[in-house]
């Protein structure tokens, strides 16, 4: 140590320098912060919608499960009227004897944007006095293994909200299959 306190460096031989440089051949220097690096290991990507997609099933089925009640048929027609209001009012709707005033095209949607959307328009017919109105959900061609993502859900939703009395599946030249004509209480 000097009197500064301070390291002294030691004076080596040529002969030393050149088999400390020999044995030091194969060795890499350590950063220039005397720290040793490690690679960066890169880890796959979390598939984040895929895991929000599937907490958003799990609770959606916990809080919102499809029940069928006795008053919904399940055959090739579905149709749904609530207690209190005589079937005839489904073969009045089947008929389209009730003329259609709104629609609400739900084609695209994700079942979360799909319930709200439904929920807002329907908020909006009972605000203006519109009783029937055309629910179209598609018929599921485009939807991956061609099944219906809404068409469940829609009819499902549908029979929870108050202001709605009736629906059934539109006749062919209305959408049949992919839509509902919903028959909805007036103010």
């Not at 005397?34 to 919608?49: A, E, K, T």
């Not at 048929?73 to 709104?102: F, K």
């Amino acid at each position: 140590m000097n009197k500064d306190g301070k390291a002294r460096t030691p004076v080596l031989s040529d002969k030393a320098t050149t088999s400390f440089q020999e044995a030091m051949d194969e060795v890499t220097p350590l950063s220039p912060h005397g720290r040793f690096l490690h690679p960066v290991q890169r880890l796959p990507p979390l598939p984040l919608s895929l895991f929000r997609d599937e907490r958003e099933v799990i609770l959606e089925s916990l809080h919102d499960p499809i029940r069928w009640d006795e008053e919904t048929e399940n055959g090739d027609d579905p149709a749904y009227v609530r207690p209190g209001i005589t079937r005839q009012v489904l073969r009045r709707l089947r008929r389209g004897e009730w003329q259609s005033q709104a629609e609400l095209d739900l084609h695209g949607l994700t079942k979360l944007e799909a319930k709200h959307e439904l929920a807002e328009f329907l908020h909006e017919c009972r605000r203006r006095g519109v009783r029937c109105v055309r629910i179209v959900h598609g018929k599921g061609l485009r939807s991956p293994n061609r099944e219906p993502v809404l068409k469940l859900h829609v009819r499902h939703w549908l029979t929870l909200r108050d202001e709605v009395l009736a629906y059934v599946q539109a006749r062919a030249v209305d959408g049949g299959g992919g839509a509902l004509v919903v028959l909805l209480k007036g103010r």
